[in-house]
């Protein structure tokens, strides 16, 4: 779905083939990375798997970029 210029895509960050098949469809040269985990109770639970996740679709996000050349990345996260 595209609004006022804007991809809005529903997926994961975690699957870097698909993030890089969208960021190559929209000819993507701008990302901006919301990371959050939606559920707390996984988050407390296995706080090293949420960790990893985060992390890891961080450094798919990177990784695009890179691929890519995309030199402006906004990236925000609700656990680092």
């Known amino acids: 779905e595209v609004e006022n210029g804007i991809a809005f895509e529903h ?4 699957d870097e083939d698909h993030l890089l098949a969208v960021a190559q469809r ?6 901006a990375h919301l990371a959050s985990m939606v559920n707390d ?10 960790f990893t996740d ?3 679709s ?4 990177l990784e695009v970029c890179a691929k890519l050349g995309i030199e ?4 925000c ?3 680092g």
């Open 11 to 14: 997926g994961s960050a975690v």
């Open 26 to 31: 929209h000819r993507v040269n701008k990302i």
């Open 41 to 50: 109770a996984d988050t407390i639970k296995s706080p090293k798997r949420s």
């Open 54 to 56: 985060m992390l890891g």
């Open 58 to 61: 961080t450094i798919n996000v």
């Open 72 to 75: 402006r990345l906004l990236n």
């Open 77 to 79: 996260s609700s656990i």
